[in-house]
């Protein structure tokens, strides 16, 4: 059977605020220029803004680059920061760091607290208004090259294949999308950027990546409780100071709050669970004040890319661009992504319409990195590079030394750290490590991974092929399980893997729950042995995220 195949000019792959930002000025450009562009835009989520989740305090400064009267077109940044609270944790205390002290990344004067999901919802009207064909539901399964190697464009994954791979009842045979440029927009961890990377070397001269988990709830809280625009970052407890993680707080409009909590995935100890710490840090008093008496009206999770400046990878290949956290763009230090992600896809968008203009096609589009390097966000992450190689010391060393970088050296150091190493290289053996007791979820305050999975609106089919694969299946059992105490069943936000045993406690196996998958891309990234291959499932599945 043939697919079927479709031609633009320009393919984006992701819907999220740096593919989206791409869409919109590349027909901007086009308008401009009154001609003809054809854009097409791609979305694993079964709609804009599904699987979208970010804390999120947005610095509205590209988004007024790419369209200056976003207020008067209805764009939902409607609750302005209006006081920063920044507090090191102990177990029952702690201190509030006065504000003079912080450094300017820490300051959040002039931006919003948004729901990044509607925001970018906001953003496909506004790519849709302009002309932009946009296919929410379609996963890009696979990358296609021509005969000399450069990206062609891609396939989108079947549908209605059942578990054994084989075509069920409603099976749907995959869409080829060519297009003369291919613009990779997936986010942390893209299934097709990762390949891109190996197959181009793209990373060959940069750091190993470094990412974190960040885990968050929405709560609807008491009206008392609320302060509109007040936001709220924590370090210290419920880590240790040699485990990089934190916690935020921020309060959206009508009532609403965003708690969550981000532990750095180069952690070393694989008794820890990121989503216990969560739980935990919203018992400390300073965040339970806000909670008690409010209901939590959602869940989800995603990994982040935090490696900034030294783990950028090159940018380029024949045929297309890696833009926004499918390249990893985030400025960690600011705890913010999505002005950095829509700058990225913007300065693509210039260079990609250049090039078209110039009746190019299928080569490197090198203006791309050159119009980043002399921007505004390359400034920014060189002034911010040193932050996580800096944590990386512990909280006191780290955040003492990052703290001189920033106020000293206006964070342009005559020197630039480097990671040490991929996060899945990180973990210990679990025998060298002190197990962590985590108390019951309450159901009040605190809550099981089965009933915060129910409130992300995830959903997979039961019978299709799994889409967390496994190189090796003995691996799980024979060295996960052995030697790490089969970190999986922690490191996932969403039991999504299971260790069982008979009665007797005889014959472990590995089972994974696949339906459960809020695709945060952590396996991929933690897995030891880097066994674990997360591929897209069928398109408009995985969860639905309201105001995340």
């Known amino acids: 059977m043939q697919r079927e195949s479709m031609e633009y000019d320009v393919l984006i792959v992701g819907g999220g605020p740096a593919g989206l930002a791409a869409a919109i000025r590349l027909k901007q450009l086009a308008a401009e220029k009154g001609q003809d562009m054809g854009v097409c835009l791609i979305e694993k989520g079964a709609e804009i803004g599904a699987h979208i989740l970010s804390g999120a305090v947005m610095d509205p400064k590209a988004l007024t680059e790419l369209i200056p009267d976003w207020k008067e077109q209805g764009a939902p940044l409607n609750a302005p920061v209006s006081e920063d609270r920044f507090f090191i944790l102990s177990e029952d205390g702690g201190w509030k760091v006065p504000n003079s002290l912080l450094p300017g990344c820490f300051h959040n004067e002039g931006n919003y607290v948004i729901s990044l999901g509607n925001v970018c919802r906001w953003l496909g009207q506004q790519a849709e208004n302009l002309g932009v064909e946009i296919y929410p539901g379609f996963a890009g399964a696979e990358v296609l090259y021509n005969e000399d190697g450069s990206v062609k464009g891609v396939a989108t994954g079947d549908m209605g294949r059942l578990k054994d791979g084989s075509e069920g009842p409603a099976f749907q045979l995959g869409m080829e999308l060519h297009a003369k440029y291919t613009l990779f927009a997936e986010g942390c961890r893209g299934h097709l950027g990762k390949q891109i990377q190996a197959k181009f070397n793209l990373a060959s001269?940069?750091?190993?990546?470094?990412y974190g988990i960040g885990i968050k709830e929405l709560w609807e809280i008491k009206p008392e409780k609320h302060q509109t625009g007040l936001v709220v970052h924590t370090g210290g407890w419920p880590m240790d100071n040699d485990t990089y993680g934190g916690g935020f707080l921020y309060h959206m409009e009508d009532n609403l709050?965003?708690?969550?909590?981000v532990v750095g995935?180069?952690?070393?100890?694989?008794?820890?669970?990121?989503?216990?710490?969560?739980?935990?840090?919203?018992?400390?008093?300073?965040?339970?004040?806000?909670?008690?008496?409010?209901?939590?009206?959602?869940?989800g999770a995603r990994a982040i890319t935090a490696g900034g400046l030294q783990s950028l990878p090159k940018l380029t290949f024949p045929g297309g661009v890696l833009i926004g956290d499918d390249a990893g763009f985030l400025n960690a230090s600011r705890i913010k992504g999505s002005h950095c992600a829509i700058k990225s896809g913007s300065l693509a968008a210039e260079a990609c319409f250049e090039a078209l203009a110039a009746e190019r096609s299928y080569d490197e589009l090198t203006a791309y990195p050159e119009k980043f390097q002399a921007s505004w966000l390359y400034d920014e992450l060189y002034k911010a590079r040193n932050f996580k190689p800096w944590m990386s010391k512990g909280l006191h060393l780290g955040g003492f030394m990052?703290?001189?970088?920033?106020?000293?050296?206006?964070?342009?150091?005559?020197?630039?750290?480097?990671?040490?190493?991929?996060?899945?290289?990180?973990?210990?053996?679990?025998?060298?490590?002190?197990?962590?007791?985590?108390p019951k979820p309450d159901g009040v305050l605190t809550f099981d991974r089965l009933s915060s999975v129910f409130l992300s609106n995830t959903n997979h089919e039961e019978d299709e092929p799994c889409h967390l694969t496994l190189k090796d299946a003995s691996v799980p059992i024979r060295v996960n399980l052995?030697?790490?105490d089969a970190p999986e069943q922690r490191y996932c936000p969403a039991g999504v893997y299971e260790i069982l045993r008979e009665a007797d406690g005889s014959n472990?196996?590995?089972?994974?729950?696949?339906?459960?998958c809020v695709h945060c891309k952590t396996c991929d990234i933690k897995d030891p042995t880097q066994n674990i291959n997360w591929v897209v499932p069928q398109g408009g599945e995985g969860p639905t995220y309201p105001n995340m």
């Open 482 to 484: 052995a030697e790490y």
């Open 508 to 516: 472990p196996r590995l089972q994974i729950n696949a339906q459960n």
């Open 257 to 261: 709050v965003s708690v969550g909590f």
């Open 265 to 299: 995935l180069g952690y070393d100890n694989p008794h820890l669970s990121p989503y216990e710490e969560m739980q935990r840090f919203k018992t400390h008093p300073k965040i339970r004040e806000f909670l008690e008496g409010g209901k939590r009206v959602s869940y």
């Open 402 to 438: 990052f703290g001189v970088d920033q106020k000293l050296f206006g964070g342009k150091a005559p020197w630039t750290l480097h990671h040490s190493g991929p996060d899945h290289t990180k973990l210990k053996k679990a025998k060298d490590c002190t197990p962590i007791a985590y």
């Open 205 to 210: 001269d940069a750091d190993p990546q470094v």
